[in-house]
């Protein structure tokens, strides 16, 4: 009797991707209705403009795209400098979300809300990080 071997799963490219963009916005809810539930007050203020509460639905519409323009600018780097690509990706993802912090900082709200945003941010950053580059 002859050994048979089992082809390794592996998951596609597109699947991988599409994963990353809905972890990263289940996540992003999640840490929302969390800091709902525990009573966060999401009334956000900036300077010169009236205050706004962040809902549900932003928070879905910003996770959403900011997952959506990663992709984006991950597959442009893998189409026009593939040897870099990843790497690059890696980098410009951190430091984007490095400086989503700054308009945190620079608005007036309840020390939870900018608790849960800035897990937000950090949500989206680590899901599109570990899903949506190709494994190597």
Known sequence: MGATTVPARTTSPLRRRVLGVVVAVVACLAIWSIGALAGVDYTVESPGRPATVIGAGAIVVVALGA??????????????????????????????????????????????????????????????????????
């Open 67 to 136: 997952s959506l323009l990663g992709w984006a600018t991950l597959a442009l780097l893998e189409r026009f400098a593939p040897r870099i690509a990843r790497p690059l990706w890696i980098s410009l993802a951190v430091v984007v979300t490095v400086l989503s912090f700054f308009p945190l900082a620079g608005v007036e709200a309840d020390g939870g809300a900018k608790v849960a945003l800035g897990a937000t941010h950090l949500a989206v950053a680590v899901a599109l990080i570990a899903l949506l580059p190709r494994r190597r």
